[in-house]
């Protein structure tokens, strides 16, 4: 039901086109362009969700623990899904929030986690933007899991600069102390959602507050996995 929603409102959104390639679709993609999406496979860790044969947990994760406990990602980021998450993050696309939160509802399930927290933007940014893509994919990823939504859990305690415009090795310490959790999770099992993850240190960074706040167990759904080079 909620599926057929979302497909009339993107038919009226797009045309009945497919949004990458213009041919005649019933939802944002057409069959095509859909089964053409970077789906990951099974082979890549469960902790950060990169490439690791035999889904085994990889080195890094083991010589170096992140404080999230596990990563599911939809998509690689490569084509289309770059053009996908670019679109939807700087011109507006906010149509393309419901397939995306989709490709990650289709990955988990219900029983997953107790609430989804989208990872939140500064004041600053959210003024410059107008929304906050996290939390619009979040609301399509808790309509198809029945997980509750918790948007206010956390927030920016200070603006910082925007990571994919710093070197890989400073966007550790960019972030850090750049979040706090006004609302108890204690014990919870919390699922961050975000829409790329690059070196992982903004996600490691929350999880680590969520769990300074009680959260039990902290989880990454985002919907594209980049393979940084050097991390
Ligand atoms: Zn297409
Ligand atoms: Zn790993």
Redesign the pocket.
Known sequence: MLAKLGRQSANLLFGGS??????A?HGV??????ADLPRLGKEYCPRCALSSPGGAVCGRCLAQPPAYDATIAALAYGFPADVLVQALKFRGELALAPLLGELIGGRVSTGDADCIVPVPLSPERLRSRGYNQALEIARGVAKATNVRLAPDACRRSRDTAAQMDLPLQERVKNVRGAFECPRLVEGATVAVLDDVMTTGATLDELAATLKRAGAARVVNWVVARTFPLHV
């Open positions: 497919c949004y990458l390639c213009r041919g679709a993609l057409c069959e095509r362009c859909d």
